[in-house]
């Protein structure tokens, strides 16, 4: 299992687990997780409402490429430790990493 | 006012093709969009991806399938309203429909098809204080006629293609164009992001990056936008207009306000004929909800050909619909 922490728009916080064999991405375990996000684009970094704010494990996380980083630029509200939801492949070194959702709600 | 027989409320893949369905019925439609082109989702959000769904197309890019969507309605001469939100429905005594815009357009008609997919693609904005005060007065969302920003001073913060593409048209308009940027680089299309190094190095516009909006102030008309920096220390400049460009996203808007019945954004519709609770308003493709359904544009294809058959009824109340296929009949244009 992996485990990480959630935290709502309202503040707060939550832990997931993970089974470690599926494969997907932190937006759609957030789905599947009954959180309110968009997701309008399903996952191709071309809508931007799947932002999450990395509160703790930013810098384990992979780079994030040019079509990540071009959309979260259209953002008003990203910072330095903003990323696609939907880029970021669930695996075992987000162990204990927290994320805060920010993208649009459904 | 513009009258006519199907008044359709979003300009997507299937608002398009239901043009198409009503069009076989000698029923004609007319279609009002938020969005300044027609196409919905597609043309917004992936033009230029392939879609591997569409019967009969192994592959087609998303604004190709629009541009045959197109083609294929432009026998039925649908009329387009685009660039206005429809704001309001109001129910005449005979049944008919008036449909009303934020611009103050009207269209009467004998049935209202809802076709707005996620809902109305609205601009995102930024939570800074004041902004709402000024929309109008100087804080626009959108460049609709450029001319209004001749000889001004003009602000446009964002990091995207967009905010780019002003940016460099503006500095040929405007008094002053400055742009400001949260990063340190742009990753929109490489050659504006150049275009836009190369006016501020050449002194034509102001360039601030690594900076976010603060805040904006004014009496009445905005005076004056502020932003910090790295460092945290705010500064302000004086301005005529404050452009933010930060992408559009979704909203369901004013069609929660018609007395439909709603479930989680989507109108509830009935699957023999897609209509709604109210007599003579019916929801296709996104924006719909019943037991089963999926968000894919041939659902919401199929959905149209079923809506127009019972709309039918309304538009032409003495007359018998029979059902006709394409190869027999042919499409008889208007
Ligand atoms: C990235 C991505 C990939 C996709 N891939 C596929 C695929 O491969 N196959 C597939 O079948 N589907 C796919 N889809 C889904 C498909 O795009 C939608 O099912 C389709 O767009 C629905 O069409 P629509 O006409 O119902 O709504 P939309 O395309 O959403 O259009 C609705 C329009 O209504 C307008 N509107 C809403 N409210 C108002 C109002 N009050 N006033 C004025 N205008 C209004 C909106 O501005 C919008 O333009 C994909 C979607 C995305 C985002
Ligand atoms: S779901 Fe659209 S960008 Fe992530």
Known sequence: MINIIIEDRNGEQKPVEIPEEISLSLMEVLKASDYNILATCGGMALCATCHVQVLKGLNDLPEPGNEEMDMLDTLPDAGFDS???????????????????RGDEQ | MISTDICIIGAGPVGLFAVFEAGLLKMRCHLIDTLPQVGGQLSEIYPHKPIYDIPGYPEIKAQDLIDRLMEQIAPFEPGFTLGERVESLEKQDDGSFIVGTN??????????????????????????????????????YMVKNPENFRDKRVILAGGGDSALDWTIFL????????????????????????????????????????????????????????????????????????????????????????????????????????STNVERIYAIGDINTYPGKLKLILCGFHEAALM???????????????????????????
């Not at chain 2, 357009?105 to 000024?134: M, T, W």
Request: some cysteine.
């Open chain 2, 103 to 140: 611009d103050g357009s009207k269209v009467h008609c004998q049935v209202v098809v809802i076709a707005g997919g996620l809902g109305c693609f609205e601009p995102r904005k930024p939570e800074i204080d004041g902004l709402l005060n000024f929309e109008g007065k100087g804080v626009e």
């Open chain 1, 83 to 101: 990323r696609l939801a939907c880029q970021i492949r669930m695996n075992e070194n987000m162990e204990g990493m927290i994320f805060k959702i």
């Open chain 2, 171 to 274: 500095s040929d308009i405007a008094e002053r164009v400055t742009l400001i940027h949260r990063g340190d680089t742009f990753r929109g299309a490489p050659d504006s992001a150049e275009k836009v190094h190369e006016l501020a190095n050449k002194g034509k516009i102001d360039l601030i990056l690594q900076s976010n909006l603060l805040s904006v102030s004014g009496n009445g008309k905005l005076k004056e936008v502020s932003f910090t920096g790295r460092d945290q220390i705010k500064k302000s400049i004086e301005t005529d207009y404050l452009i933010p460009l930060f992408g559009l996203s979704p909203k369901l808007g004013p069609i929660a306000g018609w007395g439909l019945n709603i479930d989680k954004s989507a109108i509830q519709v009935d699957t023999f004929d897609y």
């Open chain 2, 308 to 334: 127009v058959q019972s709309a039918f009824k309304y538009v032409y109340p003495d007359q018998k619909l029979s059902f006709k296929y394409t190869t027999v009949y042919g499409v008889n244009a208007f």
